[in-house]
């Protein structure tokens, strides 16, 4: 079954495209991965798929009916855990979560058993009677989704759910995505993490200026480069590396600087192993290691947008 079908949707902004004719299709039961660099149309479609934003053209079905049409009855089976917090911080967790909760019409009963299930979800009953004003970022976040999920949606979409977070945190929440998919929730998820993305998702789309321009599973949208070698250099002093004059050498596409080390994409073809380590040590940067390393979704999307994901 497709919880959601989205066919032909544009929205623009004055004269400004920000979602282009886009159309996808979300499984029932999948983590279904949507990646894009900022200001390719995420942020857009998810705002129109929770009714917060009406599109120009475009029909959506989730759960088979037209949004549309039975906008209420579908919202009753949506959780939304925006990337902005949507918690007051005044209130405590306990009252957070049944405030938002009790939008879905619940009973007392059924309240109360909701609060309680998503506060132990998250991991945060022991602090139940705290206000959201005295949690760390990452128990705010987990806060976040606990409103999100009491009324046990069909469908929780997910934007930026991790964002500015420790390790220990983002490793509760990523737990926590995965067991509420095996309770049987469809997840819409969107990251600006790759690891995330790759950790979780059974397929992913990737969009840009609003398009849709992959889809598939990682391992299909990894089949899509398989003329790309990417070659990780590791390096002291990235100061010191000009991006145009390594893109200039014959069969490079595209490149990405990290932390120590600068990850070059070229065409697989192309023999510019000796012309790459001559740009190196005639600049007299040090090379610390260097060799192939494994295809991954960075690379993929790198290759078709052009940017890096946090771009």
Known sequence: MKVITIKNLTKRFGEKIAVDNLSLEVEEGEIFGLLGPNGAGKSTTINILTGLLKSNRGDIEIFGKSFNSNEMNIKRNIGVVPQSLAIYDSLTAVENVKFFAGLFGLNRRELNEAVEYALEFTGLLEHRNSKAKNFSGGMMRRLNIACAIAHKPKLVIMDEPTVGIDPQSRNHILKSVKKLNKEGCTIVYTSHYMEEVEELCNRIVIIDHGKV?????????????????????????????????????????????????????????????????????????????????KMDLETVFLSLTGRKLRD
């Open 213 to 293: 321009i992959a889809g598939g599973t990682k391992e299909q949208l990894i089949s899509l480069v398989s003329d790309t070698q990417s070659l990780e250099v590791e390096i002291d002093e990235l100061e010191s590396i000009d991006e145009r004059s390594l893109k200039d050498i014959p069969g490079v596409k595209n490149l990405n600087i990290k932390e120590n080390s600068v990850v070059i994409n070229s065409i697989r073809e192309v023999n510019n192993l000796d012309k790459i380590i001559n740009y190196f040590t005639s600049n007299n940067v040090s090379i610390r290691n260097i060799g192939y390393k």
